[in-house]
Structure formats: structure tokens, C-alpha cells
């Protein structure tokens, strides 16, 4: 996943936080749509979003496995769950850059960018919005695409449309074009009259990760 060195030894000191909620696999998707992302916008930091990329997901370590199904995924409703792994990724990613010795500066917006990676539906920098898309890039990938149909447990039809009608959650074009163009290449039909029929609920209101 990481090469550059310094990400290689966050990517080594948030591995044991990522055994859960395949969070190793998700990551590393995450990591690669990040690099993706930020090749198309020079203009934001690298420094800031892959170590916020390689930590965003470390607090669901402390969310107990039987609750975190509460907590993410399109029917989930624990928002104070999914706060939680929010606030606990922050106390895990201080420690993790400050034994490493990283910019202060850096490591602050990191953890701000973190602190509120789920929660806030708003993206408040480019670096924020390249994190949170990353993100969200992973549901349309096609490893995240199989992993979701399993653990949510959903068809596939229903599942490819509540990804169309999400599509607009991402913050920048370039993301929206990837999304699309893994949704394509995953088999998923051009959009139809019935993409607005959405069989997992109205999207307002419904939580942002997965």
C-alpha cells in the first residue's frame, strides 16, 4: 500500500487497529483512490491526506464487533457509535504521529480531518474533501462492492442503485468520475427510470460510511 517511508511506518503503526470491520482491505482502497485523487488536485497536501487516510478508520477498534454493525452501512442509525470510532481514531492517531515525530502542524488538521471524517457532511478544505472521497470511493470499488453485498447483506440491484442516488455525496468531480467509472465497471446498467426508486430508504438522513 504505502511506499514513500514515512507512510510506510504510520501504515506499520495503524495495522493493529485495522483487524476489524475489514478495515485492512478497506484502507488500502482507500489509500489508492487518496494517491488517485490527489495526482488530479497538485494543489492539496500529501502530507495531510494519506496519513488521515491510513488513520481514519483505527477507532473501530474500540467499538465492540457486535455494535459497529449499528453504526455504518446503509441501514445504520447509531450515530453516537459511529461518533465514538470518530473520537477513539483521534486518541489512536495523536499517539501513533506524535511517537513518530510528525509535523505538529500537519498532525493537526490530520486529526481534525478525522475527528470528523463520518460526521460532518460538509468538507471544510480540499484535503478534507480528498479524504472524505477516498473514502466513500471504496464503496464503488469493486472489492468494496462484493464486500458490502455480504455484509449488508442486500441484492445487488438494490444495492447499485442506492450508489447511484449517492453519487452526489462526493465533493469533487473527479471522485464523482471514478465513481461512475467503477459502477461501470462493475456491470452496473446506464441510469434508468427506476434509479429513482430506491428500495434502501430515502437517502436524507442516512449515514455517510461504510
Known amino acids: 500500500m504505502a511506499e514513500k517511508g ?17 478495515n485492512e482491505i478497506h484502507v488500502s482502497v482507500c489509500y489508492a483512490m487518496a494517491e488517485r485523487l490527489l495526482s488530479l488536485y497538485p494543489e492539496a497536501d500529501p502530507e495531510v491526506v494519506l496519513p488521515a487516510i491510513l488513520l481514519h478508520d483505527v477507532g ?20 453516537e457509535t459511529r461518533r465514538i ?25 490530520i486529526l481534525f480531518i478525522i475527528e470528523g471524517h463520518d460526521s460532518r457532511e460538509e468538507a471544510l478544505s480540499l484535503n478534507d474533501a480528498i479524504v472524505k ?20 447483506d442486500v441484492d445487488r440491484a438494490s444495492y447499485v442503485r442506492w450508489l447511484k442516488r449517492v453519487i452526489g455525496w462526493l465533493f ?8 461512475y467509472r467503477g459502477l461501470a465497471d462493475a456491470g452496473a446498467p446506464a441510469v434508468d427510470e427506476t434509479d429513482d426508486l430506491d428500495p434502501l430508504g430515502d437517502e436524507r438522513g442516512l449515514p455517510r460510511n461504510d
Open 6 to 22: 514515512i507512510y510506510k511506518e504510520i501504515e506499520a503503526h495503524a495495522k493493529p487497529y485495522l483487524d476489524t470491520r475489514c
Open 133 to 152: 472521497d477516498a473514502d466513500k470511493l471504496w464503496r464503488f470499488s469493486q472489492v468494496g462492492l462484493e464486500t458490502n453485498l455480504r455484509r449488508f
Open 60 to 79: 473501530w477498534k474500540m467499538v465492540p464487533e457486535e455494535k459497529q454493525h449499528t453504526a455504518f452501512g446503509t441501514r445504520a442509525n447509531d450515530l
Open 85 to 109: 470510532h470518530e473520537i477513539e481514531g483521534v486518541a489512536i492517531a495523536r499517539r501513533i504521529l506524535a511517537s513518530l515525530g510528525y509535523d505538529r502542524g500537519k498532525t493537526e488538521e
Open 172 to 179: 469533487t468531480s473527479a471522485a464523482r468520475d471514478l465513481a
